[in-house]
């Protein structure tokens, strides 16, 4: 039997614009604008206006959710949805209706929440005024946001993030044109990761003014790490996935839980003139204002060789001047999502947090398998059989387990995601739910994962 630790947390992730579906919102975010004006950008032509349709849904949705074990739900607020005036932070009385009765719900069925304050969601109109985190006003802004967040639902909340997946907003809206603004531009991406991190800094200033630092309320930040492994022991290649460990992990996570950034980045993009601009006073408060725990989103990871040099030019700054991505021999791949599967590097993530970062307290935030096309596998009765998803779930939560036997501080483990939900460029390509969600129909029924994470939860661990 793998038992878990007493009180851990199983759960469920999710977002706001992700599930809600963008009902009666005054003002659209950046997603909501791309797919207004380019649908075909999106998987099947299908945007975020219905997405699971948990606005209308949600007193339904969350009942369902408990009976598939979730006991922790982890959403996020629409920053575009709640704000009437971004500038003057006042709110939009329906949306706060709307949180408050999803919040009351979740508790009166014997949930938790926990509330993310911006999952790649940037206001649209933001985003053209500003450019988005490009700016540093932006940053106060989203503090003012957040204190309004806090005020309004930190009475029944005691678990805050600030972002989910920093990182990704650089990849997708700066660099790999995933997201909107579609830009390519390594050094305003380098800008961008700073004023994030300014931004998180910020919203936990305004949450330390309202709850002290006791520990009663904590506040965090949810990152995607995905451990860089080096191609081979050649000096190239392992300085090249030193470089990815620093880029796509230390750059959030040193800030965040250790209120400094990597001095041995710093130092590569200040050689390569592209380090971003910093006041003392801005990195006072980043070094001040630090996480009480982190959520650590875990999909597969990083494996990379050194460059190929010639093709490569410091014109252009990229940050993949630094590392190619490599395709290890025999790896084992989700094919439908095109993602390596390797649970040790969850293990691997434990240990780090134990022995890097104060063994501060974490949880797993987001683990899941997307599979495309999964009426494939429906009985007769139309539940999905998703063993493959069971499985893929089972290898990363013993090697969870593992790590946290060795004294890692995790504290939870949350499935990407309880009810199928839209995902961005993806739209409904790959479904990850415990629970499917017929689009056409919105009926909702538990998969075979579904009633096993549900015995999971009650017991506390696995056969
Ligand atoms: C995570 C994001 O990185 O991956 C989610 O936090 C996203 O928002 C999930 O939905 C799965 O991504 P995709 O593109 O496979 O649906």
């Not at 880029?247 to 001095?263: H, I, Q, R, T």
């Not at 483990?413 to 739910?433: E, L, M, P």
């Amino acid at each position: 039997m793998f038992e878990f630790p007493k009180n851990f947390a199983w759960g469920a992730a999710t977002s706001g614009p992700q599930s809600e579906g963008n009902f009666k919102k005054k003002h659209q975010n950046v997603f909501d604008y791309w797919y207004a004006k380019d649908p075909k950008a999106f998987y099947a032509g299908v945007g975020p206006d219905t997405a699971s349709n948990f606005y209308n849904d949600y007193r339904e949705d969350i009942p369902l959710m408990r009976q598939a074990g979730i006991k922790v739900l982890r959403t996020s607020i629409q920053w575009s949805r709640l704000i009437a005036d971004f500038e003057k932070c006042s709110v939009d009385e329906e949306a706060v209706a709307f949180y408050n009765d999803m919040i009351d719900t979740l508790l009166e069925n014997g949930i938790t929440p926990y509330l993310n304050l911006c999952h790649f969601d940037m206001p649209v109109e933001l985003q053209h005024k500003y450019g988005g985190f490009e700016s540093k006003h932006v940053t106060d802004l989203f503090a003012g946001y957040a204190k309004r967040c806090f005020e309004l639902f930190g009475d029944r909340v005691d678990h805050w993030f600030t972002f989910n997946e920093p990182k990704v907003i650089l990849d997708g809206g700066y660099l790999y044109q995933f997201h909107y603004p579609l830009k390519v531009d390594g050094p305003l991406a380098v800008q961008v990761a700073y004023n994030l991190n300014l931004a998180s800094a910020k919203a936990i200033a305004e949450f330390r003014k309202l709850y002290g630092n006791d520990g009663t309320k904590k506040i965090g930040t949810i990152l995607n790490l995905t451990p860089a492994y080096a191609a081979s022991e050649s000096k190239a290649d392992q300085a090249a996935a030193e470089f990815a460990e620093l880029w796509a992990n230390k750059m959030f996570l040193d800030p965040a839980v250790l209120g400094e950034f990597p001095s041995k980045l710093v130092e590569i993009l200040e050689k390569d003139g592209v380090l971003w601009e910093a006041t003392p006073e801005e990195l006072a408060l980043i070094k001040q204002d630090t996480v009480d725990l982190l959520g650590i989103n875990f999909y597969h990871p990083f494996r990379v060789k050194a460059p190929e040099i010639s093709a490569k030019s410091l014109q252009d700054w990229m940050p993949d001047i630094y590392f190619d991505n490599y395709e290890m021999p025999g790896r084992v791949m989700n094919v439908d999502k095109g993602w390596e599967i390797y649970p040790e590097a969850l293990y691997d993530i434990a240990l780090n947090i134990r022995d890097n970062y104060h063994n501060i307290e974490w949880f797993v935030s987001e683990n899941g398998m997307g599979v495309s096309r999964e009426e494939r596998f429906m009985d007769e009765h139309g539940m999905v059989c998703d063993d493959y998803r069971i499985e893929f779930l089972k290898e990363h939560l013993r090697a969870l387990h593992r790590g946290i036997t060795a004294g890692s501080n995790c504290h939870g483990y949350f499935v990407w995601t309880g009810i199928d939900c839209w995902s961005w460029q993806n739209a409904y390509r790959n479904r990850y739910g415990l629970i499917r969600d017929e689009i056409h129909t919105q009926t909702k029924t538990l998969k075979k994962s579904g009633y096993w994470f549900a015995k999971v939860s009650a017991q506390n661990g696995f056969e």
